[in-house]
C-alpha cells in the first residue's frame, strides 16, 4: 500500500476548495468571507490605509514578476494563459460581473506587457 503524504494531500484539499469557490470569485453576494480550517465563514477584517497601501505594493510587484515569468514561456504556456483569461469571462447565460470581466482583460494586459521582454 503505497504511503500517502500528508502535506500533499493537503494541498490537494486546498487546491479542489479553492477551485470549487472560482465561479463566486468577485460575484459572490454579501460580505467578503476569509476562509477558515473548519468550514465556517468569517467576515474578513477591515483593512486600514496602511494595509491598503502595502497590499498595492505586493500586488505591483507580483505583477512585474509575472510578467518577467512570462517573457520566458514557451508559447503553448502563453496559449495556456490566454485560455484560462477566456474561461473566466463570463460564459453564456452568465451574468456579466464587472471584476470578472476586467480580471480577463488584465490577464491578457499582463500577457502582453509581457510580449516588450521576449
Same mark, same amino acid.
Given at each position: 500500500?503505497?504511503?500517502?503524504?500528508?502535506?500533499?494531500?493537503?494541498?490537494?484539499?486546498?487546491?479542489?476548495?479553492? $477551485?470549487?469557490?472560482?465561479? %463566486? @470569485?468577485?460575484?459572490?453576494?454579501?460580505?467578503? !468571507? +476569509?476562509?477558515?480550517?473548519?468550514?465556517?465563514?468569517?467576515?474578513?477584517?477591515?483593512?486600514?490605509?496602511?494595509?491598503?497601501?502595502?497590499?498595492?505594493?505586493?500586488?505591483?510587484?507580483?505583477?512585474?514578476?509575472?510578467?518577467?515569468? $512570462?517573457?520566458?514561456?514557451? %508559447? @503553448?504556456?502563453?496559449?495556456?494563459?490566454?485560455? !484560462? +483569461?477566456?474561461?473566466?469571462?463570463?460564459?453564456?447565460?452568465?451574468?456579466?460581473?464587472?471584476?470578472?470581466?476586467?480580471?480577463?482583460?488584465?490577464?491578457?494586459?499582463?500577457?502582453?506587457?509581457?510580449?516588450?521582454?521576449?
Amino acid at each position: 500500500m503505497p504511503s500517502q503524504n500528508p502535506e500533499a494531500s493537503s494541498r490537494a484539499i486546498q487546491r479542489r476548495e479553492a $477551485l470549487s469557490r472560482w465561479d %463566486n @470569485e468577485g460575484g459572490a453576494a454579501g460580505p467578503v !468571507m +476569509a476562509p477558515t480550517g473548519d468550514k465556517e465563514q468569517m467576515p474578513a477584517p477591515d483593512m486600514s490605509n496602511t494595509d491598503l497601501v502595502a497590499l498595492r505594493v505586493r500586488v505591483i510587484a507580483l505583477e512585474n514578476l509575472l510578467i518577467s515569468l $512570462l517573457a520566458t514561456a514557451s %508559447n @503553448e504556456q502563453l496559449e495556456l494563459a490566454r485560455e !484560462m +483569461a477566456g474561461y473566466i469571462s463570463p460564459r453564456p447565460g452568465f451574468t456579466d460581473h464587472p471584476l470578472t470581466v476586467h480580471a480577463a482583460a488584465h490577464m491578457i494586459d499582463l500577457i502582453e506587457r509581457s510580449s516588450r521582454f521576449r
